[in-house]
């Protein structure tokens, strides 16, 4: 279903659709780009997993640390975390983005040559 709707809120901003019609936009649109849409989930989620994980292996829980490691440890934690939130958001957003475009600019072509 997530892969369906995908493709909503780029249609809802770029075509100015209210929330059911690019629900319906959206499930058109992804009808050939499924699976590409969900590689793009899937090396996202292994992006972030991976850059969250990164610190941990390097310095250990802050559990396992004692006194003032285990303080610097979560705020290594938390600043890695931030940044990687920060940045991991707006790419899933402009790879769903740039699906909707490749989509709609398909779906326009074979309209128009058809």
Known sequence: MALRYSLAIPAAVVE???????????????QGSRGRIFMLGLLISAI?????WLP?????????????????AQIVQQVVGFFT????????????????YASASAKRATTLSG
């Open 16 to 30: 100015n659709l209210p929330a059911r019609k690019a629900i319906r936009r959206s499930i058109v649109l992804s």
């Open 85 to 100: 939130n920060s940045f991991i958001g707006p790419m899933y957003a402009t790879g769903l983005t740039l699906f909707y």
């Open 48 to 52: 972030q997993i991976g850059s969250c």
């Open 56 to 72: 941990r292996s390097s310095s250990g829980s802050p559990r396992q640390a004692q006194g003032r490691a285990a303080g610097v």
